[in-house]
Nanobody, 124 residues
Framework: QVQLVESGGGLVQAGGSLRLSCAASGRTFSTDSMGWFRQAPGKEREFVAFISWRGGRTYYADSVKGRFTISRDNAKNTVYLRMNSLNPEDTAVYYC?????????????????WGQGTQVTVSS
């Protein structure tokens, strides 16, 4: 497994932006497919974004397409999620996840390593 630590969450007003980071350690990060998921209170964890191990392929949930951007820096063992035009429906705990499987991966069962999550709260 790979150890993942998210950061960058916080409280932001509607229309604002945040950038989440996920730092990885352990196995060779550069060969991992990476994903971001989120979980709102009382709801199941849902897919947000995916990036392939080289960063050449990205996929997004329809709800965030055009507003969120996933990227990675393999030299820094870090994956990012840039979130623009945030709205209250984006409020959730955001998790990054890693997988040795080749993507696209959009389900929780596709990933074998998870971070502890970072809270994002968007006020109206």
């Amino acid at each position: 497994q790979v150890q993942l630590v998210e950061s960058g969450g916080g409280l932001v007003q509607a229309g604002g932006s945040l950038r989440l980071s996920c730092a990885a350690s352990g196995r060779t990060f550069s060969t991992d497919s990476m994903g971001w998921f989120r979980q709102a209170p009382g709801k199941e964890r849902e897919f947000v974004a995916f990036i392939s191990w080289r960063g050449g392929r990205t996929y997004y949930a329809d709800s965030v397409k055009g507003r969120f951007t996933i990227s990675r820096d393999n030299a820094k063992n870090t994956v990012y999620l840039r979130m623009n035009s945030l709205n209250p429906e984006d409020t959730a705990v955001y998790y990054c996840a890693a997988s040795l499987r080749v993507g696209p991966l959009m389900h929780t069962y596709d990933f074998d390593s998870w971070g502890q999550g970072t809270q994002v709260t968007v006020s109206s």
